[in-house]
């Protein structure tokens, strides 16, 4: 059982930036590929972006690609969001997952392959 806990998000001017964190209990951390999903009001949860469980590979949504990072520090189990050049598009509840894999290097995107969610933090982009 992992439970993971987001924190980070906020009210920030367009073009500004927000880092989210997302805490995980257990010692299993390291066991988990990781990924931040977003939803917006009216809209269906989309992928932003994911986490190797060896942080060696990575994969971002088109729609971020360039200005999120994502990044992952096994020894504090956590992972992390870095959100540069934020659009008013961008205002979302973002959300935590971890997916539990065999695979060190592999990032797994899709939803259903992720086991255990966060309980989100918001985040608004004025413009």
């Known amino acids: 059982q992992v439970q993971l806990v987001e924190s980070g998000g906020g009210l920030v001017q367009a073009g500004g930036s927000l880092m989210l964190s997302c805490a995980a209990s257990?010692?299993?951390?390291?066991?988990?590929?990781m990924g931040w999903f977003r939803q917006a009001p009216g809209k269906e949860r989309q992928f932003v972006a994911a986490?190797?469980?060896?942080?060696?590979?990575?994969a971002y949504a088109d729609s971020v690609k360039g200005r999120f990072t994502i990044s992952r520090d096994n020894a504090k189990n956590t992972v992390y969001l870095q959100m540069n050049g934020l659009k008013p598009e961008d205002t979302a509840v973002y959300y935590c997952?971890?997916?539990?894999?065999?695979?060190?290097?592999?990032?797994?995107?899709?939803?259903?392959?992720?086991?255990?969610w966060g309980q989100g933090t918001q985040v608004t982009v004025s413009s």
């Open positions: 997952a971890a997916s539990r894999t065999v695979s060190q290097v592999v990032v797994t995107t899709a939803q259903n392959l992720f086991d255990y």
């Open positions: 257990g010692r299993t951390f390291g066991s988990y590929a």
């Open positions: 986490i190797s469980r060896s942080a060696g590979s990575t």
